[in-house]
C-alpha cells in the first residue's frame, strides 16, 4: 500500500470519520461524534488530520489539540483493515509537526489501562507513562 495523504479534516469527511472511529470502538453513547466533530472545528480546527488513501477512503484519524501550554492527541484512529502499515504513525508525525511548530513544549494523551497494544505503540512513538492521575469532570452528556 503506498502511504496515505495527510491532510485537514473537511466537514464532507466526517460520515467517513465516524465510521472509523465506530469500527475502532472508540465511540461511547456520551460522547456523540457528530458533536465532537463541532466543537473540534471551533478550537484548532487545523489540527484535526485524516489520512486520505488514494481512493479517497479516509483511513484513520487524529484530532490535536493545543492550549498554549500542553498539546493534547485524541481520536487516533486507523481503519482496522489498514492498521499495521504506519498509518497511525505518519498522522502522529503530522500532527507533532504541527503542535511543535506552535509552540508546543510537551504532548499529553490518555489511553485506558487496559489497552495495552496502544500504550506499547505510543511507547514506540517516544510516549511514556507519567506518573499521575488523570481526572475529569464532564459538563455536557451528549445521550
Not at 71 to 100: F, H, K
Not at 114 to 129: C, D, K
Request: aromatic share 8%; net charge neutral.
Amino acid at each position: 500500500m503506498s502511504q496515505p495523504h495527510i491532510r485537514s479534516f473537511h466537514l464532507a469527511d466526517s460520515e467517513a470519520v465516524i465510521a472509523v472511529w465506530e469500527a475502532c470502538q472508540m465511540t461511547v453513547p456520551w460522547n456523540d461524534p457528530h458533536k465532537d466533530i463541532t466543537r473540534k472545528m471551533q478550537v484548532n480546527p487545523e489540527l484535526f488530520l485524516v489520512a486520505e488513501g488514494v481512493n479517497g477512503r479516509i483511513l484513520g484519524t487524529v484530532m490535536g489539540g493545543y492550549e498554549g501550554h500542553r498539546g493534547w492527541i485524541n481520536y487516533l484512529a486507523v481503519s482496522p483493515d489498514c492498521q499495521g502499515q504506519g498509518i497511525g504513525r505518519a498522522l502522529m508525525a503530522a500532527v507533532e509537526t504541527r503542535l511543535a511548530a506552535l509552540g508546543c513544549a510537551k504532548i499529553n494523551l490518555q489511553v485506558r489501562s487496559s489497552n495495552r497494544a496502544v500504550i506499547q505503540f505510543y511507547g514506540h512513538l517516544g510516549y511514556h507513562i507519567d506518573d499521575v492521575i488523570s481526572l475529569g469532570k464532564r459538563f455536557i452528556r451528549d445521550e
